[in-house]
């Protein structure tokens, strides 16, 4: 099954809440078929699982009730009980499913049970650490980063000891901008044990999965690495591998499965270095930290990027890391925003809840979602969009940015609209998006060439049909007005 595509879309899942909304003990083999019938409806290419992996329940108690974990808690579910902190997803035990989740045959059928219905299974992987008590120090103990007993006593919030004899001492997993994450122990990215036991894990991950969504990507970049690990690295006498991780990795699975998707979370600017280390897709933040701000100016600067980088980036408003977008955006500016992301170039991220607009972001330690009231608006206005938007015109046509110019002489709101065009053999779409607070006009230009004098422009959107004059927009423009973040999607 070839799952490549352009411009697809992905749909996460936080797969240890979800399972809940089909009883308290469901598991993956108890997913409706119709919510899964649901998810091809919307067209939706790819369905990342997150959090299905075996974790250390034992790691709970001791590293899951921080005080500012507690805050988060408190303040996504009011009536938190400590049986519902059920640990990190991201601190992994072993590569095998959550029993409490389901089998291993249960996830090859889910498998199939998704590419039957066109749909593409991704599901997490995390290169740079493990659990703190996962099985893999006994049994695998040189992938870690191993340190000594001095870097232990002079600094033990970011290393542990372990073994019988607690003769034994790791760093904890970390971001070189924030503490260590004392749930985890560290990747050694300089082993080449290490390097073959991840590689042979996302080997393995071939069989029971479409892609893997690769979870703070950038943290084993060589560079990254060293910088992050100097110290320790100096002292133990680590010796750099040349070619980078993700390289070798992703050469290797891809020999194996040439349609098997690596998606990279990635910040600090290092998501074209990701994307020439062979990424099929890097998280585009900029741009949703950009869609927050309102600077029309600097949104546009930003989808002036080449077309590969762009083809490659995620767009999205919300995902588990991120505020949901109704409370972070506003109701009408958070429908403007998902407009863009829908319509640009790139792989399209939607979050669970994110359709029926829910509100509460809800820290991943937990196991159980506070209940939200379902917006109809919400869902009804992602139905229409994302049927728009599954036209083969936005996944293989051409995108083209617009320029808007000023409807007349000294009206400058022309600066707050958005519009870009897609284009397919003789198909043609037209988005246009007030992204301000403001009624705002303009006049736009597009190719009409082979078009009648009198056309129709329907507005797929906001189901309206329009006669327009090519010749007018040939020479002043199609002039357009909208109210605050309203928009159009025109079929022409």
């Known amino acids: 099954m070839n799952r490549m595509s352009y411009n697809p879309s992905i749909y996460e899942i936080n797969t240890r809440v979800f399972l809940k909304r089909f009883g308290p003990n469901a598991r993956i083999d108890k997913i409706p078929d119709d919510y899964l019938d649901y998810l091809s409806q919307l067209k ?14 034992s790691s709970v108690e001791k590293y899951c009730f921080e005080e500012g974990l507690v805050r988060n808690y408190s303040r ?42 066109g749909i593409g299974l991704i599901l997490d992987f995390i290169p740079n650490h493990f659990n703190v008590e996962s099985n893999l120090l006994k049994t695998n103990p040189d992938i870690f980063l191993n340190v000594d007993k001095e870097l232990f006593d002079r600094d033990p919030h970011t290393y542990f000891r372990t073994g019988a004899e607690g003769e034994n001492y790791f760093a904890h997993g970390r971001d070189p901008f924030f503490p260590a994450w004392q749930d985890t122990v560290q990747v050694n990215f300089f082993s080449r044990p290490a390097r073959d036991f991840l590689s042979d894990t996302v080997l393995n991950l071939t069989g029971i999965c479409d892609g893997v969504r690769c979870d703070m990507a ?13 110290g320790v690295l100096a002292r133990t006498n680590q010796s750099e591998i040349k070619e980078e991780f993700w390289s070798e990795t992703i050469r290797k699975v891809k020999n194996a499965r040439p349609d098997f998707l690596f998606i990279a979370e990635a910040y ?43 083809r490659k980036s995620i767009r999205f408003i919300e995902n588990h890391d991120e505020e949901r977008a109704v409370p972070s955006f506003g109701k009408e500016k958070s429908k403007a925003a998902a407009i863009i992301i829908s319509t640009v170039q790139g792989m399209r991220f939607y979050n669970d809840g994110q359709f029926e607009g829910k509100k509460i972001k809800l820290p991943v330690q937990l196991g159980r979602e506070p209940e939200e009231t379902i917006n109809p608006e919400f869902s009804d206005f992602y139905n229409r969009l994302l049927a728009i938007t599954s036209h083969r015109v936005f996944k293989e046509g051409k995108w083209l940015l617009l320029e808007p110019g000023t409807s007349w002489e000294g009206n400058h709101s022309f600066l707050n609209i958005l ?30 060439i082979g ?6 422009l329907r507005d797929l959107l906001n189901d309206q049909n329009y006669l327009r004059s090519a010749e ?7 002039f357009i007005e909208l109210k605050p973040w309203q928009a159009h999607i025109f079929k022409y």
């Open 218 to 230: 950038m943290l084993a970049l060589n560079n990254v690495f060293k910088n992050t690990w100097t």
């Open 76 to 117: 996504a579910l009011k009536n938190w009980q400590k049986e519902d902190v059920i640990g990190s997803p991201f601190a992994v035990d072993l590569y095998e499913i959550n029993e409490t989740l389901g089998s291993p045959e249960d996830l090859i059928n889910l498998k199939s049970q998704l590419n039957r219905r």
């Open 44 to 57: 939706i290419d790819y369905v990342w699982f997150m959090g299905i992996w075996k974790t250390c329940p």
């Open 419 to 448: 519009a870009w065009s897609w284009n397919l053999n003789e198909e043609g779409r037209l988005v246009v998006v007030n992204y301000s607070n403001m009624i705002s006009t303009c006049r736009l230009k597009f190719d009409l």
């Open 268 to 310: 600090w600017d290092l998501e074209w270095e990701l994307q020439q280390l062979g990424f099929d897709y890097t998280y585009d933040k900029s741009l949703t930290d950009r869609l927050r701000s309102d600077y029309v100016s600097v949104i546009k600067e930003h989808l002036l990027a080449e077309d590969e980088y762009q």
């Open 451 to 456: 078009f009648p004098e009198e056309f129709e």
């Open 472 to 478: 007018e927009i040939h020479s002043a423009g199609l």
